[in-house]
């Protein structure tokens, strides 16, 4: 008979039952003792806290949100909340988004050990990195503007701070005294992170009470960004739409001696002339020389004459040539003149513009001054011969020259009779303030060139010249042709040869001399135009280079004041 162990046989019945309600109780009393031990030691962190007034509930709120929740046996650690943590609490109870964001933000810079845990789980009290995270967001400057975050959120600024974005303005307002109202006025200053030098101008005027609070609101309202242009129209006391319309004019950041003319005279000057300069500004197109010219002497310039050169938004040559015209004249004598008189810019309607007859052709702008051309080719050349000729009179045409004026004696016209007739009919025509071109393009020996009809001597062409009274200009392309300088020479007269006497011509001049009026380099005199002189230089050191022909020039004080065309060479 086997004898079996059994718990029913060593604890008799009654004390079974003591045994379960020892045990069940001493569980309760350890729940309970558990419990109270969380809420003491939870007692225990907070209390800092609660000695500086917190309210119990904010105190257990922030204590739950960043202490791990379990309980502490007697022999762990269980710091109260100290210095930058308890200024932490009250950043996080005053704003706890902002003070969430700056603790993540600090976290996620310090290392990738200490990203990896932000990004593992809610930041605690006992991670790693916590007190140094704690001490960037309360004393940190996130925003770099000279204020810690603790001081962003809760400092005597608080209110006018951003405790993320940059506040370089409302920190100079702050520091220029401003009122509260006024610097939040000005925060629209701050939208960019950055202060402007027209921006600090405009709370300098604040700070002085230049700038009345009607201003600064509407400036607020509006969004307008402050810039050179809208600083000078408040101080000259302008009304808020027209700084409005001349705003952009100081978009640039720079305020032009012109732009600043058109602010000042903005009650003078013709509306679309203003239109003009503000949409140069809104396109940022700078100004060009003839605009600057105008821009810079707008005071001086009759209205009309304004409101036709900017009716189109464009400046052109002769209008800027027709203003420096203008401008040799005083106001009252402007006054006097018809509006027809002063946008007219060739009054002698001969082809060149008035200032450019006064200033550089030191001539009559009152005076008709004709131009005659007398082409001529013989035949027998090669094709380009005429093609050079060819392209002289269209040169020619194209720059002020007559159709009626152009006399062309080519291949079998070019006769000694018919070249006879030609000049005989220009000397007629002409006075002594015209200009005669002659151009003769054949082959030549020494003293003469080939006509169709024959060989000519320079002297019998000489005497035929000989009619005419006006300034002449004579080109000869042809062998030999520096002979002719002993028979052509004249005061009145500029005679240009291919070659010297005694070498043949393997390329003409007069291709070339026309094509360097186009030329800025051939300017010497940096006027603007190439005069006769001027591109005959420049033809001849290509000539000489690439041909080795030797061109000839006589009478260089006429050439040099003497102009066939007018082109501007600009730049």
Request: include cysteine; aromatic fraction near 14%; charge should be negative.
């Amino acid at each position: 008979m086997h004898t079996s162990f059994s718990l029913k046989r060593l604890i008799p019945g009654g004390a079974k039952f003591f045994l379960v309600t020892i045990l069940f109780c001493s569980s309760g009393l350890c729940c309970y003792l558990l419990k109270l031990g969380f809420k003491e030691q939870q007692r225990v962190r907070i209390q800092p806290l609660l000695d500086l007034g917190f309210k119990f509930e904010d105190a257990v709120k922030f204590d739950q949100r960043f202490s791990d929740q379990r309980f502490r046996w007697p022999w762990e650690e269980n710091k109260a909340y100290n210095d930058d943590e308890i200024r932490f609490a009250e950043m996080w109870l005053n704003n706890s988004v902002i003070t969430e964001i700056l603790l993540n933000y600090y976290y996620c810079k310090s290392s990738n050990y200490y990203t990896l845990i932000w990004l593992l789980g809610s930041i605690k009290r006992e991670v790693s990195f916590w007190e140094e995270a704690v001490k960037f967001v309360v004393n940190g400057d996130i925003n770099n503007d000279g204020v810690s975050n603790y001081d962003s959120l809760l400092g005597p600024n608080a209110d006018v701070l951003d405790p993320i974005m940059p506040n370089p303005a409302t920190i100079y307002a702050l520091e220029k005294n401003l009122s509260k109202d006024i610097i939040r006025m000005l925060k629209v200053f701050d939208r960019d992170g950055e202060m402007s030098e027209w921006e600090r101008e405009i709370i300098n005027l604040a700070a002085t009470c230049e700038i009345s609070r009607d201003y600064l609101a509407w400036i607020s309202e509006k969004g307008i960004e402050p810039n050179p242009a809208t600083i000078y129209a408040i101080r000259q006391g302008l009304p808020k739409d027209w700084i409005e319309r001349i705003n952009p004019l100081g978009e640039d950041g720079i305020l032009a001696e012109w732009e600043k003319n058109v602010i000042d005279n903005l009650d003078v000057l013709p509306f679309v002339y203003v239109d003009w300069a503000v949409e140069k500004a809104v396109k940022k197109r700078g100004l060009v020389s003839w605009e600057e010219y105008i821009v810079n002497n707008i005071s001086d310039l009759p209205s009309y004459f304004i409101e036709k050169v900017f009716e189109d938004k464009y400046v052109s040559y002769e209008e800027w040539m027709q203003a420096q015209f203008l401008l040799r004249f005083s106001r009252e004598h402007l006054m006097e003149m018809s509006e027809s008189w002063i946008s007219n810019f060739d009054l002698d309607e001969d082809g060149f513009t008035n200032e450019f007859e006064v200033k550089i052709m030191s001539s009559n702008p009152y005076v008709y001054n004709r131009r005659f051309a007398v082409l001529a080719y013989g035949e027998g050349l090669s094709p380009s011969w005429g093609e050079q000729t060819r392209y002289v009179e269209e040169f020619l045409k194209s720059n002020g020259f007559g159709e009626s004026n152009i006399y062309r004696l080519y291949e079998e016209n070019m006769t000694l009779q018919k070249f006879n007739q030609v000049i005989e009919d220009v000397s007629v025509k002409s006075r002594e303030d015209d200009l005669v071109l002659v151009l003769l393009v054949g082959h030549g020996i020494k003293d003469e060139i080939y006509f169709s009809d024959g060989w000519v001597s320079y002297r019998r062409i000489r005497d035929i010249l000989l009619k005419i009274k006006a300034r002449q200009i004579i080109i000869i392309d042809a062998c030999y042709s520096g002979s002719a300088k002993n028979y052509l020479m004249s005061e009145g007269r500029v005679l240009i040869t291919s070659s010297r006497e005694d070498e043949e011509t393997y390329r003409g001049t007069s291709f070339f001399i026309f094509d360097a009026m186009r030329n800025k380099k051939y300017d010497l005199n940096n006027d603007g135009y190439c005069s006769i002189m001027e591109a005959f230089y420049g033809a001849k050191e290509y000539i000489e280079n690439k041909f080795g022909n030797h061109p000839q020039l006589t009478n260089e004080n006429l050439a040099e004041k003497t102009y066939i065309v007018e082109i501007y060479l600009s730049g």
